[in-house]
């Protein structure tokens, strides 16, 4: 061993290897934290900050338009400007050096380069000087390099230099038209505030609907969302061909059917792929999965292998920043000795589409539980009917939807669409991760007037369920 020596090795400086390394040195261990760009990772910088940076304002202005005594004294149209200085004080203009410090000061060293595997436990860093330390582990170490936006392999697309959500993110000119190619959350979140902005959008989603994934009410009510700005939205249209004439030039991007939709900018925003390449998986004999992934057990390790663990995007779970702080915190302690199972799977986890209105969801969509053969029954209410409708999202139309399960009458999906309504969501996740049926959440009494009243109307409905399923007396 050598100075060069620590517990744990966490290959990459996002969410998951921030919390993981922080997490080791909070139960006496040390830990190095290897990250190639910005400590702090895709979220902060590029992905979840900027993007809600750049939705909130028209929100904010939405919901006071709505609301009497402060439409009056509103204008009608955003600055633009402030947005986007505030969005660069979010993002603080790509300094990540409060992360690092946050890090830091919990003893973790930081080492800034390129990390690949290099047999057992051991880890090679690529300095930006060219040289390389070598790194060794005498407990785990533990992969958390993230992904990147996926390029599908459609003609000219790579080649015509269109966006993905780094630029867009961190856009300095809005554009006359947009033309965006996927409408699942990255999607849908741009196309809106894209359109708040004055750009002409179109949406284009391969699959009959947006945010495919959710409940179809839900998209339903996103499309029209959509649609009442002004964004054009075409689902089921495959594109075939992009063409463009330099990079000065408008985007021409060519459908299986229909006319081609031109626009000055194009954003890609169909996905995923993980950051495996120079990794040195293939040193320790790991295969990658489907896009690009690792796979993992529920404690968090790579296959056969007690020494190496993998958190966030890069396992193909659920790919969300609050799932890689979770998934993290389980690695860590598994990796300084303490057995730990993560609970947490595609179904487990909360997500949240923050388009207007807000689109959330924990566990099954009525889908899903479908086809993992569960018995279901679904309720379904409006989140905006109760008192407190009036003061919030007044006027617009929301959607909630339970998933639970015949046999033991739990909560198996939760799924609430309505302005500014995300906040709700984790009464879900705990009734659905603490196994709460659907009777008990009886004597758990809402405050008035608040729209989580809606669980009192999810009891009304399951009483009026069971009234209809209790036969006539003869």
Known sequence: MTDETYDVIVVGGG??????????????????????????????????????????????????????????????????????????????????????????????????????????????????????????????VVIATGTRAAMPPIDGLAESNPWTNREATLVQDVPESLAVLGGGVIGVELAQAFSAFGAKVTVLEGSDRLIPREEPEASALVREALERTGVTVRCGHSVTRVERDGDDAPFTIHLEEGEPVTAERLLVAVGRTGNIEGLGLESVGVEPARGQTVTTTDCMRVGEHDWLYAVGDITGRAQLTHSAVYQAKVAARNAMGVETHCVE??????????????????????????????????????????????????????????????????????????????????????????????????????????????????????????????????
């Open 15 to 140: 969410p998951g290897g921030e919390a993981c390394s922080v997490a080791v040195t909070k139960a006496g261990g040390t830990a190095a934290m290897v990250e190639r760009d910005l400590v702090g990772g895709e979220c902060p910088y590029w992905g979840c900050m900027p993007s809600k940076a750049l939705l909130r304002p028209p929100q904010a202005l939405a919901e006071a338009q709505r609301t009497p005594g402060a439409l009056e004294s509103l204008g009608s149209v955003l600055d633009l400007d402030a947005v986007l200085a505030r969005r660069d004080e979010v993002v603080r203009g790509l300094d990540d050096s409060s992360h690092a410090d946050r890090v830091a000061k919990h003893g973790v060293e930081i080492v800034r380069g390129d990390g690949r595997l290099d047999g057992e436990r051991r880890v090679v860093v690529r300095m930006p000087d060219g040289s390389e330390r070598t790194l060794q582990a005498r407990r785990a």
């Open 345 to 474: 799977d595609e179904y487990a986890a909360p997500r949240v589409v923050f388009t207007e209105p807000n689109v959330c969801g924990i566990g099954h969509t009525t889908a899903s539980a479908e086809a993992a053969g569960l018995r279901v029954r679904t309720y379904d209410r409006d989140p905006q009917r109760v008192a407190a409708g009036s003061f919030y999202g007044r006027g617009t139309e929301g959607f909630a939807r339970l998933v639970v399960s015949e046999d033991d009458g739990c909560i198996l999906g939760a799924t609430f669409v309505g302005s500014d309504i995300a906040e709700l969501l984790h009464s879900a996740t705990i009734a659905i991760i603490g196994r709460v049926p659907l009777e008990r959440l009886r004597h758990c009494v809402p405050a008035f007037p608040t729209r989580s009243e809606v669980w009192s109307r999810f009891v009304d409905a399951m009483d009026a369920d069971e009234r209809e399923r209790v036969p006539s007396p003869s």
